[in-house]
Structure formats: C-alpha cells, structure tokens
C-alpha cells in the first residue's frame, strides 16, 4: 500500500531564516506530487505541482520554491521567511488516471514569529 | 473552469441526527467531485469520490453523496451523526486534470 510522509510535524522559526520541508512517498512510481498551504479558516491553496523529477510548476508567486530531486521525493524550501508564510503545509500524491484522486500527508504546521 | 460553493461554514446537530453538508458546483467539463474530511492537526482523508459512474456514492464511515447534474449539486450526507463525526469537511471539484478546486470547508460540530 502507498503512505505519504511529511516532516517535520510542527515547526517554529524566526522571521528571515530559511525553510526546508520534505515529503516522500512510498508504494508507488512516478506520482504527481503537490504542495499546500491552509492558512487559519480558509481553504486549501496549491503551492507548487510536479509531475516528474526537476519539473515544477508553481500556481502562486511568492518567496517559495519546490523541488524534486527524486522520483518520490517532494521538498519545499524557502531562503528568507516571512510572517504570512505561517499556515499547515500539505503534500500529497495522485496517479494519473486514477480520476486525479489526491491523497495527503500528515501536513506541516509551520509558525513563523 | 471549475469552482465550488460549500453552503454553510458551520453546522451542528446532534448525536444521531441526519448530517446534510451542502456543495455545489460549476464546471465547463464533466466533474469529478471529492469530499474529504479533515481532523485537528491532520491531513485530509478522502471520504468518497464521483466519476461519473453511479450518482449515489458511498464512502467511508457511513457517508454518502448523491450527484446531480439537473441542481449541480453533490451534498454529503450520513443518516446518523456520531461524536467521532466531527471535523472540517472538504468538497472538491476538477475537470479531469491536476488540479483541484476546494471549497472553503464546512465545520461539523455534534452534540451531545
């Protein structure tokens, strides 16, 4: 069966310092991975979407980036935080024709101070 | 394009009432439709899924939704609300690609 890992779980981190979120997948090949943010009582916003190694395409422009160095491996990163980069970070998988089912991971709840 | 409308940020009932939670959508292409349910500081659980098989779909833990096409409509509902039941509830749309379109969410509350 496939899982999804994201960490870490929670993390706290000063303005200005950088971020590196890492997901991976098991159970599967090739996946579509994709990145989120759910900031407090709003919904989901895609962040970044991958549908192979090196390929990336962001949705929102912002002073994040994403990348994928593996085949199931998704990290999102950032050089200099800022405060509304706070909010819970999702990744998740889908396979093509599988009706473009996504299924998350555990998320990362990042407060930035 | 597709977009979606979850009637109903909040909605309570009591333990062992019907649950309704409310979506429709709007989308150029034949639908996929998604609930998903999301617990405190966890991820998001896919309840049940609409691809233009059967209209009445049944998912996990006792939860159902119907699609219809006439109303652009795909309300989730179980027949008998349980504590457990609570959480934040997602309904989504795609047409078909990788992308999808979530609403806002609807927080369930049960009581006692």
């Known amino acids: 069966s496939q899982t999804i890992h994201q960490w870490p779980a929670t993390l706290v981190q000063p303005v200005g310092s950088p971020l590196s979120l890492e997901c991976t997948v098991e159970?599967?090949?090739?996946?579509?991975l994709y990145w989120y943010r759910q900031a407090a009582g709003r919904g989901l916003q895609l962040l970044f979407y991958?549908?192979?190694?090196?390929?990336i395409s962001s949705e929102v422009p912002q002073n994040l980036s994403a990348s994928r160095p593996q085949d199931r491996q998704f990290i999102l990163s950032s050089k200099k935080l800022l405060l509304s980069d706070s909010g819970f970070y999702l990744c998740?998988?889908?396979?093509?024709?599988?009706?473009?089912?996504?299924?998350f991971g555990p998320g990362t709840r990042l407060l930035v101070l | 394009a597709q977009s979606v409308t979850q009637l109903g940020s909040h909605v309570s009932v009591s333990e062992g009432a019907l649950v309704l939670l409310r979506c429709n959508y709007s989308?150029?292409?034949?639908?996929?439709l998604f609930w998903y349910v999301q617990y405190p500081n966890q991820g998001l659980q896919l309840l049940l899924k609409?691809?233009?098989?059967?209209?009445l779909v049944k998912g996990i833990n006792g939860f159902e939704a119907e699609f219809k096409k006439s109303e652009t409509s795909f309300h989730l509902t179980k027949p008998s609300a349980h504590m457990s039941d609570a959480a934040e509830y997602f309904c989504?749309?795609?047409?078909?690609?990788?992308?999808?379109?979530f609403g806002t969410g609807t927080q369930l509350k049960v009581e006692l």
């Open positions: 991958s549908v192979g190694i090196g390929q």
């Open positions: 998740a998988w889908s396979v093509v024709g599988s009706g473009e089912t996504q299924y």
């Open positions: 989308s150029s292409v034949p639908p996929y």
């Open positions: 159970g599967t090949s090739n996946p579509n």
């Open positions: 609409y691809t233009s098989a059967a209209t």
């Open positions: 989504v749309v795609t047409g078909g690609g990788n992308k999808l379109t």
